[in-house]
């Protein structure tokens, strides 16, 4: 058995795995707050093969192959002033939280938000944002502008009247998880902390562009297709020297 055969088989999934992330980062990369996926390799030990059934010495194989694990790079998008009173940036750590159409609690740093006509602080999308003790925004939809200082408290006509919530976790990377749409969702056992004074500062009239470079997603996709060049070079080596080992030995005088 050719087990080199079933390596290179294993790197070019992996490396098709590594295509789609990078395909899908720069489909985002115009995306508010959106946060690049992130890839890591590492060889996995796929058993032990005998190297002959005949020796006697019991040699075997080791048999690794390449394992590709997905992340989520949060590192900090540049913020963009856009001077519209309707958007925020976290600069610092933090999240903001959106109730969903169904329910669910999502995660992002996309502050963009309108005043629908129920004076629920919603997203495009419908999504309603959560103020520090989970539950929804509501200000007056017919009153005056809305003016949101550094820690996320939220004023209209010179009084409080609510303040955004921000919320961290202990190891985001294992916490959350990607649904979509520049959205996170936690894992079960995650519990949302409120972000601490001092951990955030609210941006008002900013936004977080997306934290992918194009130039370096565009480079990524080079190298994977040379890599999966290489590889498939490789099957197809294998494939002809398995080819020409048949046809000497298995040829008769």
């Known amino acids: 058995m050719n087990l080199s055969l079933y390596e290179n088989a294993a790197a070019l999934r992996g490396l098709q795995e590594y295509q789609d992330i990078i395909a899908n980062n720069i489909a985002a990369s115009h995306v508010a707050g959106f946060k690049a996926g992130a890839v890591g390799f590492e060889a996995v030990e796929g058993g032990e093969i005998a190297r002959s059934t005949h020796d006697r010495l019991k040699n075997e194989l080791p048999g690794s192959f390449p394992l590709i694990r997905s992340e989520i790079d949060y590192a900090a998008g540049e913020l963009r002033q856009t001077g519209n009173e309707m958007d925020l940036a976290l600069h610092g750590d933090g999240f903001f939280a959106l109730s969903s159409v169904n329910g669910d609690t999502v995660f992002t740093r996309d502050g963009q938000f309108y005043v629908n006509a129920d004076g629920i602080l919603v997203n495009v999308m419908g999504h309603e944002f959560s103020d520090d003790s ?3 925004i509501r200000v007056n939809a017919g009153s005056g502008p809305l003016t949101i200082d550094k820690e996320g408290q939220i004023f209209q006509d010179g009084e409080q009247v609510s303040k955004i919530g921000v919320f961290t976790f202990e190891n985001p990377a294992a916490d959350l998880r990607k649904v979509g749409g520049g959205f996170m969702t936690r894992r079960e056992d995650a519990v949302p902390v409120e972000a601490e004074e001092g951990q ?3 941006m008002q009239g900013f936004l977080e562009n997306s934290n992918v470079s194009a130039i370096r997603e565009m480079i ?4 994977v297709g040379r890599a999966h060049e290489a ?3 490789m099957i197809q080596a294998f494939d002809q020297n398995v080819g020409r080992a048949i ?4 040829h008769t005088s």
Do not use: A, W, Y
């Open 134 to 136: 989970g539950s929804n």
């Open 200 to 202: 955030f500062q609210v």
């Open 220 to 223: 990524n996709l080079i190298e």
């Open 231 to 233: 590889n498939q070079k």
């Open 247 to 250: 046809g000497t030995l298995g």
